[in-house]
């Protein structure tokens, strides 16, 4: 890799790094988690699976992405370690790109739903209260996801979105979307919560949300809350490898790790106050807060009965449009980064090359919710088998490796000499994250694997 290629300041890093970081699993899982896991004692266990094994694996990430300086394979190979690593370097890239398959589809409906309430449409029509309007809202998810043409359309947009970024290269492209998207996201959450905490069913909803029900923790409650950090955290699908190959050599890695998650959990917390408190007022709270239920019904039937329903509408798609596009375009740059230098092609291609097998892979995926869902595997339908093959297997193996590479196979003072900066840098957590990699890490994420086949 050319060695000029490197984000250009100290900001650009932490915003790239968050906005890969900060996406749907903030929006669309996290609520849903806290929901079905006890609420604020969901979240502290959250917070502590983010702090003990989410940062040490991140840190892992940026030490093997910066001193590898190429892709999530050639890392490995510039580190000179032995052929089954690039393996799981290989295995990164691979999962990297089946999630992208499927996310574009996702990031396609979003895009539908925010250029839906800019025009209106969304709201036409819209009968008032209860059970009428939640599945008139219902109805319409179910017509956009399930057509053959609509959310093509517009996944196909977002595809060339995300095109035209990455041609513009790291800089130019990534650095400056991040530096932009990520301040925007943030003026938009303030709003959003400040609104939101006006509301009349505000206490109730904060209490909701932040009174601890511990008798809901058992194992099955950390696996959910170890899984929602890495994917929260995009661990272990090589985008952190990749990006911080671009990391200049005076990057601060243990302080960009400590502020990407502090950022990515205070993005979940303000979501959950805006979300905790909305449905409360207007009684939905015994809705579904899952996934697409959660962003493309609840959160519209609640819109559709506040002052300026359109607005905060807009508003709301525009977030989550900027998150989902700075992580798509961090998920794709690991394939783009993959063909640049593994196979010695120029950035313009390698993104070529890279996107538009997107336009078929992400329709069959959206058709297979759709036309093609009698085609199933293991009982269930593309999308779905995608989503929880990378984020029930993929992924978790991916990390276990790759702490087992750091902590043991990586070159010897490797890891310490990334995080001290070459030994001009001092903190007292240094020992103990390597410890973490070195045995805690790798044996809870096999647990957590374990347990969630039993
Ligand atoms: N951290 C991202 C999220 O919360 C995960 C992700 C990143 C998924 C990039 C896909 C692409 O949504």
Redesign the pocket.
């Known amino acids: 890799m050319s060695k000029k290629v490197q984000f250009a300041s100290k900001i650009g890093v932490i915003a790239a790094t968050a906005g890969?970081?900060?996406?749907?699993?903030?929006v669309w899982r996290f609520p849903a988690e806290v929901q079905s896991n006890g609420g604020a004692a969901f979240l502290i266990v959250y917070i502590g699976c983010v702090l003990l094994l989410g940062i040490p694996v991140m840190l892992s990430e940026f030490a093997l992405g910066r001193a590898g300086h190429s892709d999530a394979v050639g890392a490995f190979v510039n580190l000179k370690s032995g052929k089954g690593w690039r393996g799981v370097g290989a295995l990164a890239v691979l999962t990297s790109y089946l999630?992208l398959c499927f996310?574009m589809v996702v990031a396609g409906w979003t895009l539908e739903y925010f250029i839906e309430s800019l025009t209106g449409d969304l709201y036409t029509g819209a009968v008032q209260g209860g059970g009428a309007m939640r599945q008139q809202f219902a109805g319409k998810m179910d017509d956009y996801i399930v057509d053959s043409v609509n959310p093509l359309v517009y996944t196909f947009l977002m595809i060339v979105m995300n095109l035209s970024v990455l041609l513009l290269g790291v800089q130019k492209g990534i650095e400056r979307i991040s530096n932009i998207a990520m301040p925007l996201l943030f003026v938009i959450l303030l709003a959003f919560v400040a609104f939101s905490l006006t509301l009349s069913g505000a206490p109730q909803g904060l209490a909701y949300f932040l009174n601890p029900d511990f008798s809901k923790i058992d194992a099955g409650v950390v696996v959910n809350a170890l899984g929602q950090a890495f994917?929260?955290?995009?661990l272990g699908?090589g985008?952190l490898i990749t990006y911080s190959a671009y990391y200049p050599k005076s990057t601060n890695l243990l302080r960009t790790s400590l502020t990407v998650s502090l950022l990515d959990m205070l993005v979940a917390i303000m979501v959950g106050l805006i979300i905790f408190p909305a449905v409360t007022t207007f009684g939905l709270q015994g809705e579904g807060l899952r996934g697409a239920t959660l962003v493309f019904v609840t959160l519209p039937e609640v819109f559709a009965q506040m002052p300026l329903t359109q607005l905060w509408s807009v508003l709301f798609f525009l977030l989550l449009l900027v998150a989902t596009l700075t992580?798509?375009i961090?998920?794709s740059e690991v394939a783009v980064l993959f063909i640049i230098d593994r196979f010695n092609v120029r950035r313009r291609n390698a993104c070529l090359i890279v996107m538009m097998p997107l336009f078929l892979l992400s329709s069959a995926c959206s058709l297979s919710m759709g036309a093609w869902d009698g085609f199933k595997i293991l009982g269930m339908n593309l999308f779905d088998f995608l989503d929880s093959l990378t984020s029930n297997l993929m992924l978790p193996v991916g990390s276990i490796l790759l702490c087992i590479y750091m902590g043991w196979f990586a070159p010897k003072g490797l890891f310490m000499s990334q995080l001290s900066n070459g030994g001009t840098l001092r903190s007292s957590l240094y020992k103990p994250v390597c410890f973490i990699v070195k045995y805690l890490a790798p044996m809870l994420i096999a647990a957590v694997l374990i347990s969630s086949f039993l």
């Not at 890969?20 to 903030?26: D, E, Q, R």
Request: hydrophobic share 45%.
């Open positions: 890969s970081a900060v996406g749907l699993g903030n999630i996310y994917f929260s955290l995009s699908m985008i992580s798509t961090s998920i």
